[in-house]
């Protein structure tokens, strides 16, 4: 039977807008150098992920033939490709992650490239359940990204972006745990404002809070992220017309940021995972952990230090490591990025 030929996207004017539009960029095995292009020019392609300072965490991890491995947070899957590549054909790696829907696209692209079960082995789980990813074997080396993979936040239907309209949802796992939407429904509005400091520092929190319960109040819905967007937009109307475009912005991202951390649990699962991090490591194991804003990262600060203080980790960085100005260039999406470690005593 003669497959049927299928016509690429159209789209108005010279450049693809939207993301279903982006076919070249959704198709980077195909579209090699159109997607190296766009990475040079500092973007991320959309459907894909550039993985943050693989070099330091390659360095901090010190990864040898023949260990055992386990990444947290499988995401894309380019963290993990170093990984196999350092091992050389010889050890073993285990990789977690609650997204059905990219986790079985990273599995896909990472077989393709040679790495199966015999070196890695992919479970659907969260990475607050560390120690059940592998009974009885203990791991020499730990990485875990925390932050929200680049195909999740570019696809409108995940929700997670405010730049194009879809549902309002921020699951990780879409098949666990309520959207976002309803989140907000049972929130009142001293929780809400208490969810924003909280989960983002948000300084507007209070008139954010307000203006989402005089939606409900007057019967209306925020089904959406462009309506949630909006809402934000109407509650710092009382700002100056010079600052309010970048103050309604960054008011966005921490909103989506605080909903996002409270829909998904992650400051439960980090507290879990930072729990169980010193029995799943062997002796002289190495961890290291990337954090994206300043919560996440005083608990991983504080954990290490107690650990540290505890002699359960014989080393720990005293100093967060950041991304080069020459990485936050070529991936804006690094530089809230810090990268802190640990060694097993």
């Given at each position: ?10 789209y108005?004017?010279?450049?693809p ?29 959309a ?19 023949g ?12 963290h ?12 073993h ?40 990813v ?10 875990a990204?925390?932050?929200?993979s ?33 989140r ?7 929780e ?20 989402v ?37 960054k ?22 995972f930072?729990?169980?991090?010193p ?11 990337l ?6 990262d005083?608990?991983v ?8 203080r ?15 100005a ?9 530089r809230s990025?810090?990268?802190r ?5």
């Amino acid at each position: 039977m003669e497959q049927e030929h299928k016509r690429r996207v159209r789209y108005k004017g010279t450049h693809p807008r939207s993301y279903q539009e982006k076919y070249k960029e959704l198709d980077p095995e195909k579209y090699q150098a159109d997607v190296a292009k766009i990475i040079q020019s500092g973007k991320t392609p959309a459907g894909t992920h550039i993985p943050i300072m693989v070099k330091e965490i390659l360095d901090i991890l010190q990864i040898q033939p023949g260990q055992t491995g386990y990444d947290a947070t499988l995401g894309y899957g380019g963290h993990t490709r170093r990984m196999l590549e350092a091992l050389q054909g010889q050890g073993h790696l285990y990789a977690t992650d609650v997204d059905p829907i990219e986790s079985e696209k990273t599995r896909k692209r990472l077989a393709d490239l040679g790495y199966g079960p015999d070196i890695l082995t992919i479970r659907r789980m969260n990475f607050a359940q560390a120690d059940q990813v592998a009974s009885g074997v203990k791991f020499d080396f730990v990485l875990a990204d925390l932050g929200v993979s680049s195909m999740q936040i570019d696809n409108p239907e995940r929700g997670f972006t405010f730049k194009f309209d879809g549902p309002l949802d921020l699951r990780l796992d879409p098949s666990s745990g309520v959207p976002a939407a309803q989140r907000l429904r049972e929130l009142d509005r001293e929780e809400l404002t208490a969810l924003l400091v909280e989960n983002a520092d948000e300084p507007y929190a209070e008139a954010i809070a307000k203006a989402v319960g005089n939606v409900f109040k007057a019967g209306g819905t925020i089904e959406t992220t462009k309506q949630l967007a909006a809402v934000i937009e109407g509650a710092l109307s009382f700002l100056p017309q010079s600052e309010r475009k970048e103050a309604v912005k960054k008011s966005c991202q921490r909103t989506f940021q605080a909903l996002r951390i409270d829909v998904n649990s992650e400051f439960e699962v980090l507290y879990s995972f930072l729990e169980k991090l010193p029995d799943i490591l062997k002796s002289g194991g190495r961890a290291a952990v990337l954090t994206f804003h300043s919560g996440e990262d005083r608990l991983v600060k504080q954990a290490f230090r107690q650990y540290l203080r505890q002699g359960i980790f014989s080393e720990v960085s005293q100093d967060v490591i950041r991304p080069s100005a020459q990485e936050c260039f070529q991936n804006p999406r690094a530089r809230s990025t810090k990268l802190r470690w640990a060694i097993r005593a």
